[in-house]
T-cell receptor
């Protein structure tokens, strides 16, 4: 899986948009961009993923640049409960047989939402 | 919503004890996984299963075994707990051909 680079920490004011960047300059054509987050002492929580197009769900939006070398996760209205470590991961699509089980979590970005 | 439930959040066990960690998912996922997460080492896969009674070793299977008697349930067994197995254990599941892996809340195991 391609390596990703994220800033170690970011701050955001409550109610404002949080924009978390991720660089993945060596991404391959068949690799998806995934975002997970991990609140202290809990398991990672899936947020969103995408291949080429921008994606939006009830939690966040994912903006992928046209060359796919970077992406941004956007939390439109951050709350205190969004304080967590956010992980950007790139991985190939899972083949049948369950062989693609490897998830490499880097150090992520610690997002702190301040009141 | 996908639900992956781990039976115990916090456990304290003695060295040499046999330990069972249970995991249940309610999404009819074929794949189930057990990881451990340690500071500085990230997530490491212990075992995974893609079907009932099927199991495959991950990166660090030594000292562990697993059981998958029903599709929704995947158990991790520490045959003889040791202090170096003190860790946070994460169960996860996904569809066989699905891209997204969903995690449980984690089980914090301390072996004393």
């Amino acid at each position: 899986d391609a390596k990703t680079t994220q800033p170690p920490s970011m701050d955001c004011a409550e109610g404002r948009a949080a924009n978390l960047p991720c660089n993945h300059s060596t991404i391959s054509g068949n690799e998806y961009v995934y975002w997970y987050r991990q609140i202290h002492s809990q398991g990672p929580q899936y947020i969103i993923h995408g291949l080429k197009n921008n994606e939006t769900n009830e939690m966040a939006s994912l903006i992928i640049t046209e060359d796919r070398k970077s992406s941004t996760l956007i939390l439109p209205h951050a709350t205190l409960r969004d304080t967590a470590v956010y992980y950007c991961i790139v991985r190939v699509a899972q083949n049948s047989g369950g062989s693609n089980y490897k998830l490499t979590f880097g150090k992520g970005t610690l997002l702190t939402v301040n009141p | 919503d996908v639900k992956v439930t781990q039976s115990s959040r916090y456990l304290v066990k003695r060295t040499g004890e046999k330990v069972f960690l249970e995991c249940v998912q309610d999404m009819d996922h074929e794949n189930m996984f057990w990881y451990r997460q340690d500071p500085g080492l990230g997530l490491r896969l212990i075992y995974f299963s893609y079907d009932v009674k099927m199991k495959e070793k991950g990166d660090i299977p030594e000292g562990y075994s697993v059981s998958r008697e029903k599709k929704e349930r995947f158990s991790l067994i520490l045959e003889s707990a040791s202090t170096n197995q003190t860790s946070m254990y994460l169960c996860a599941s996904s569809f066989l051909s699905g891209n997204t892996i969903y995690f449980g809340e984690g089980s914090w195991l301390t072996v004393v």
